[in-house]
């Protein structure tokens, strides 16, 4: 008898640590089942994603570069989050018809959720970054009710991802301006709720660190790396050695996991302390 599964494409994918993280999900809910990836060329997508449609025991797919954008034509149907923002990162199958979803965003908000339930009168985000990522993250923290700040080497770029947000609550920037020195008085934080946000690829291990000075950031707010290897990127260690709560890039990582989990396996991932802890060990070996 074959077992059911769900699996993660991406040009490359060896990569991946989505199949730790689902495969010990697996193990620890007792569920018979497993967690592939599958390395898949662009030209080879569409008869690989036709491939699966027959198949009883395929559970859907997570999706990663380069085939966000290239994957939708492809599919039946569209989650409206996905399709604001335009890329698909999960695929479930319902009742013979493909269904896309994007779990990044609801994924980059989950380790905020707790600050997300408080009221504020302002908050604001500074987005680095005009990829995939960060196009995803404005979108997530727009609807959250936040201010935007994108910065890009390319500002045409940053204003394509603002483009449908009303313009007198974003602001688009070179990424350099954040090197620079402010002379700005902060004062104290107050009601407010700001984020930084690495959304690039700089700090990752191999890559360029990002030069941010630390003057353009107010005081208390929360820095967040997309970027999970190293998992603590030169940013974050400058953010906490200035009294920045932190946030990692595999928080993003295993809140997406969470939602497309559910998806494929019709039951909550667990999320205890003792879980968690399992997973970042074996995420990070």
């Known amino acids: 008898m074959n077992r059911p599964y769900a699996e993660v494409i991406g040009d490359p994918i060896a990569h991946s640590k989505s199949p730790v993280m689902h495969g010990l999900w697996l193990e ?62 999960t695929i479930v199958p319902r009742d013979g018809v493909l269904v896309g979803h994007n779990t990044d965003a609801p994924g980059f908000l989950e380790p905020l959720r707790p600050r997300l339930a408080e009221r504020h009168l302002l908050r604001t985000a500074r987005i680095l970054g005009t990829g995939g990522a960060a196009r995803t993250i404005a979108h997530a923290l727009w609807e959250e009710g936040f201010t935007l700040i994108v910065a890009g080497r390319d500002p045409a770029k940053a204003q394509e991802i603002v483009a449908a947000f009303d313009p007198g609550f974003v602001h688009v920037c070179t990424l350099d301006t954040f090197a620079q020195p402010l002379d700005f008085d902060w004062g104290e934080a107050g009601d407010r709720l700001d984020l930084l946000v690495n959304a690039t690829s700089l700090g990752m291990t191999g890559r360029p660190q990002l030069d941010v000075d630390f003057s353009n950031v107010p005081p208390g707010a929360i820095v967040y790396d997309a970027v999970y290897a190293p998992l603590v990127t030169p940013l974050l260690a400058q953010a906490r050695a200035r009294g920045h709560p932190t946030i990692d890039g595999l928080s993003m990582l295993i809140g997406q996991g969470r939602i497309a989990f559910e998806h494929f396996f019709g039951v909550a991932a667990p999320s205890d302390g003792e879980s968690d802890a399992e997973l970042r060990r074996r995420m990070i070996a």
């Open 28 to 89: 620890q809910l007792g569920i018979d089942a497993e967690y592939r990836r599958a390395h898949v060329r662009p030209e080879d997508l569409a008869s690989f994603v036709a491939g699966r449609r027959g198949d009883p025991d395929w559970r859907g797919r997570n999706v990663t570069i380069p085939h966000k954008q290239a994957v939708m034509p492809l599919l039946d149907r569209i989650d409206p989050v996905a399709d604001a923002i335009g890329a698909v990162n």
